[in-house]
């Protein structure tokens, strides 16, 4: 079984900044992407930013140039460093994790349980 755990989140004043971590553990056998998602009450789950085993990046544009993404590839690990915070950021960010695992056939998602964000004065 895989677990994504998640850690970081939690109330910024606009313009601050935070740093979210994930470590990914169980019976995985290959990590092929790594990544962030955010959603908000009434709306779909969004993509942030993902990196692949390779390290190839892909952000949403509306945190490039503010948000960096990063991954420990021996530790099954991603970071999402969140600099100039905007009260639209405010969501709850869900660890994305496409995988091979033990008692998996094929390639398989997983999501972490989320955590909040909030930007507000």
């Known amino acids: 079984q895989v677990q994504l755990v998640e850690s970081g989140g939690g109330l910024v004043p606009p313009g601050g900044s935070l740093r979210l971590s994930c470590a990914a553990s169980?019976?995985?056998?290959?990590?092929?992407?790594m990544g962030w998602y955010r959603q908000v009450p009434g709306k779909q789950r969004e993509l942030v930013a993902v990196?692949?085993?390779?390290?190839?990046?892909i952000y949403d544009d509306s945190v490039k140039g503010r948000f960096t993404i990063s991954r420990d590839n021996a530790q099954n690990t991603v970071y999402l460093r969140m600099n100039s915070l905007k009260p639209e950021d405010t969501a709850v960010y869900y660890c994305y994790a496409l995988m091979t695992a033990d008692m998996a056939v094929g390639v398989t998602s997983h999501w972490g349980q989320g955590t909040q964000v909030t930007v507000s004065s």
């Open positions: 990196i692949r085993s390779g390290g190839s990046i």
């Open positions: 169980g019976s995985i056998r290959s990590m092929y992407v």
